[in-house]
Antibody, heavy 123, light 107 residues
Framework: QVQLVESGGGVVQPGRSLRLSCTAS????????MHWVRQAPGKGLEWVSL????????FYADSVKGRFTVSRDNSRNTLFLQMNSLRAEDTAFYYC????????????????WGQGTLVTVSS | DIQMTQSPSSLSASVGDRVTITCRAS??????LNWYQQKPGKAPELLIY???SLQGGVPSRFSGSGSGTEFTLTISGLQPEDFATYYC?????????FGPGTKVDIK
């Protein structure tokens, strides 16, 4: 079945780095743009990043720009989020999500979500 | 950046009620507006995309309308499984902003 599974979360000290992974199955991963969305415990959703199907075009929220880098390996059906210079306010569940792309009115939405991985930034 | 607001922030309703949630964008977003449902401890689920198109598998009691800057999500005949938090999201610009959410709980 169509599935996304995140991994790599954990507890990290402020200023350190962490890399999240998201493994896709059940669909042609290389044909879809992919998002990262995060949610601080008990708070709302915050979009983090988008990467195009081919990995060339990348977009970031202002809150993470210059610190986070999104990438993908289509040969391994895997999406990544490299998080550097982590701050306490980056503490959140991080979800990867598929952009349906089609129809055009659905572009930018997220139709398939992973279960999330928790990142806790604390000393 | 485009800012999204939702009203109300929470509401109490009974099974069978008709519920309407409003989402407003700080600037024109055409119909690039999506609605999600999130239950506690779960990932969000896409309900509506393009302001009014029902995502596959979503019950027809959910409907969306609006364009420009003002949008609504309507649940016609609230069911027990609909008690959740609902978020709107704009996909007109690459900031992909979410609204703050509307929590629907049992009266």
């Amino acid at each position: 079945q169509v599935q996304l599974v995140e991994s790599g979360g954990g507890v990290v000290q402020p200023g350190r780095s962490l890399r999240l992974s998201c493994t896709a199955s059940g669909f042609s991963f290389s044909e879809y743009p992919m998002h990262w969305v995060r949610q601080a415990p008990g708070k709302g959703l915050e979009w983090v990043s988008l990467i195009s199907e081919d990995g060339i075009n990348k977009f970031y929220a202002d809150s993470v720009k210059g610190r986070f880098t999104v990438s993908r390996d289509n040969s391994r059906n895997t999406l990544f989020l490299q998080m550097n210079s982590l701050r306490a306010e980056d503490t959140a569940f991080y979800y990867c999500a598929r952009d349906p792309k089609i129809p055009a009115t659905a572009e930018g939405a997220s139709d398939i979500w992973g279960q999330g991985t928790l990142v806790t930034v604390s000393s | 950046d485009i800012q999204m607001t939702q009203s109300p922030s929470s509401l109490s309703a009974s099974v069978g009620d008709r519920v309407t949630i409003t989402c407003r964008a700080s600037q024109y977003i055409s119909t690039y507006l999506n609605w999600y449902q999130q239950k506690p401890g779960k990932a969000p689920e896409l309900l509506i995309y393009g302001a009014s198109s029902l995502q596959g598998g979503v019950p027809s009691r959910f409907s969306g309308s609006g364009s420009g800057t003002e949008f609504t999500l309507t649940i016609s005949g609230l069911q027990p499984e609909d008690f959740a938090t609902y978020y709107c999201q704009q996909s007109y610009s690459t900031s992909f902003t979410f609204g703050p959410g509307t929590k629907v709980d049992i009266k």
